[in-house]
């Protein structure tokens, strides 16, 4: 059965497309940047796609391309344009389908609506993790309003090992842990295939 998976963060910059990049490459699903803001030239899509390399998986193009680094309502009313839910509509595909969100959770799309509007019953959630000084409130946060929506919730760690952040997170939601990525030095299509095959199991 092909499954649908949503990758969220606690924040910006807390590694969702790399992790993007080692599920696509686990399941050589296919990838999707539904709202991408800023840096068109070396965007979301193309980093994932420079770091997978199976040569099954398709690179659906974004439903909105924003010129600015900024929350998506703001780049939105900068490209003089207003973010349409309905107009974000998932590519028709047979095989599994990663997307990527925008932020976090409650990072704005329009005046009505976050990113959480755009995940759907049935699709699996990915929440990435980084520790910061917060970052076990932000993580509580997003993991307990996905289970309120009734959402299948995982967890993935990145950077370096914080244990008794990491523990109190794993006692407090409870949910499975799929692994934790290391702060490498760099990434390229090795490094996110040796992770690949390390979490492959736990997709």
Not at 56 to 77: D, G, I, Q, R, W
Request: proline share 4%; charged share 25%; aromatic share 8%.
């Amino acid at each position: 059965m092909k499954k649908t998976y949503f990758i969220t963060g606690i924040g910006t910059d807390v590694g969702k497309t790399i992790v993007s990049a080692i599920v696509t490459e686990a399941l050589e699903a296919d990838y999707w940047k539904p709202v991408q803001a800023g840096d068109l030239d070396h965007c979301d899509t193309y980093k994932v796609k420079k770091w997978v390399s199976n040569s099954k998986s398709v690179f659906h193009s974004n439903a909105y391309a924003l010129t600015t680094p900024m929350s998506p309502h703001a780049a939105a009313e900068i490209d003089g344009i207003e973010i349409e839910l309905k107009a974000i509509k998932t590519p028709k595909t047979n095989n599994h389908l990663v997307i990527e969100g925008a932020g976090g959770l409650m990072v704005p799309l329009n005046q009505g609506h976050t990113v959480l509007d755009m995940i759907k019953p049935g699709y699996k959630v990915i929440v990435v993790s980084r520790h910061y000084l917060g970052s076990i409130n932000h993580t509580l946060l997003t993991v307990n309003t996905l289970k309120d929506k009734g959402f299948k919730v995982a967890l993935i760690f990145s950077g370096n090992e914080h244990a008794s952040t990491e523990e109190i997170i794993k006692k407090m939601t409870g949910i499975p842990v799929i692994g934790r990525i290391e702060e490498e030095p760099y990434f390229d299509h090795n490094v996110i295939k040796e992770y690949a095959e390390r979490f492959k199991t736990s997709l």
